[in-house]
């Protein structure tokens, strides 16, 4: 089965990674971008022999000789576009974060449900081959019973400037939390199993993301002149069904040595550490205990270029074809939205906020 994709956002992460790992699928054919600049359309289109480019996605989803759908555009539009794409019949991949807000993520898994098309959320962290071998561990019983979780993603200089609209409230829906606090939210509950999540708080802070703070080696390279009106560090608290809890630091900004991606599980039986330092300096340790001495175990994790960006599309397109629902699943993405919805909120008011 040919996979004819159309895509609508032609800018970084369709340009530096969805086009490029799908060009390596033998057996999916791009056939159109839209992107509302239709010189960003036209630059992809004609490095890579895509046929047809339109600035109106409508267009796009209009086309017969289109079944699947990458979304990839400011967060804003995700609702929007995502809607229109599962009324057009298409299966769609959909970058992160699901949604600006649950309600809107709400409306995005209605629709799936209702128009019986593939929705994923591109959640690709899941798919790392530590990630995946760490949840085997889990699902053999290694750990015994997980109690606390420590996840997050510290960044030293890497406000996004590439895009105007990342620090734009209004078409970002919100700042680190929700740009990448969404990964390692997600990561870190999927590990676990998705348990539900009954209490969050939380606090958000904007020090850098700030007009007056422009010139500050804080920013990652290159300029930004939009809005500013987003958090550059989040840190949340979260009770768990299960009686276990989740710790959660983000920052786009931040005075520390490193930048590292972290998840830190404490169990009953086993703990362990994957950690990736600077995009490079990676670690998957267990630490056990066997036959009285302490242990800490390396398991080997195969690492290849774009690993798991190929490993997720795979996943997708495989249920795209048999038709099983995705192991990323549309409820795991809106609970997530409605966790994220409930930091901000618990940050505005001072209180905790208990999930229904
Ligand atoms: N999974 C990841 O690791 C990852 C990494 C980066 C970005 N993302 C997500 O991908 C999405 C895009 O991010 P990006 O960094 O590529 O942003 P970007 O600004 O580089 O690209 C967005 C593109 O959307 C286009 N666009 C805007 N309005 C449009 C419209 N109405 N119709 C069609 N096209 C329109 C813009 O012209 C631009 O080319 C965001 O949701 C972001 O959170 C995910």
């Not at 649950?102 to 790392?128: D, Q």
């Not at 200089?157 to 609209?165: D, H, K, L, V």
């Not at 390279?221 to 949340?236: H, Q, T």
Request: with cysteine; proline share 4%; glycine share 8%.
């Amino acid at each position: 089965m040919e996979h004819r994709l159309g895509i609508i956002g032609a800018g970084g992460i369709a340009r530096e990674v969805h086009v490029p790992v799908l060009r390596t699928f033998s057996d999916v054919k791009i056939v159109a971008v839209a992107d509302a600049d239709r010189a960003a359309a036209e630059r992809l289109a004609g490095v890579h022999g895509i046929p047809y480019v339109m600035t109106d996605y409508r267009e796009l989803l209009a086309r017969s000789d289109v079944d699947v759908v990458l979304i990839s555009t400011p967060n804003h539009l995700h609702a929007e576009m995502a809607v229109a794409a599962l009324e057009a019949g298409k299966h769609v991949l959909l970058e992160k974060p699901m949604a600006t807000c649950a309600a809107e993520a709400e409306r995005i898994a209605a629709k799936a449900r209702e128009c019986g098309r593939i929705l994923m959320v591109g959640m690709n962290n899941r798919f790392r081959p530590d990630a995946q071998q760490l949840k085997r561990y889990l699902e053999g019983g290694a750990f015994g019973d997980v109690y606390h979780v420590r996840t997050g993603w510290l960044r030293r200089a890497g406000i996004p400037s590439w895009s105007r609209w990342f620090t734009d409230k209004a078409r970002a829906g919100g700042g680190v939390l929700l740009d990448i606090g969404v990964h390692m939210l997600d990561l870190a509950l999927w590990l676990l199993g998705n348990p539900r999540v009954v209490l969050v708080t939380g606090k958000t802070f904007q020090t850098f993301t700030r007009p007056e703070a422009r010139q500050t080696r804080m920013w990652a390279p290159a300029a930004s002149d939009g809005a500013y009106d987003v958090e550059d560090f989040a840190v949340a608290f979260l009770h768990l069904e299960t009686g276990a809890t989740l710790t959660l630091e983000v920052s786009w900004a931040a005075n520390l040595a490193r930048d590292v991606q972290f998840v830190h599980l404490f169990g009953t039986g086993a703990g362990a550490v994957l950690e990736e330092i600077d995009f490079s300096d990676r670690r998957f340790t267990v630490y056990t205990e066997r036959f009285g001495c302490l242990v800490d175990e390396s398991p080997r994790v195969k690492w290849e270029p774009w690993g798991d960006r190929v490993a997720m599309w795979r996943h997708f397109l495989d249920c795209v074809k048999t038709g099983q629902p995705p192991s990323a699943a549309v409820e795991e993405a809106v609970q997530v939205q409605r966790i994220l919805d409930a930091i901000y909120t618990a940050s505005e008011t001072g209180q905790p906020v208990a999930l229904r």
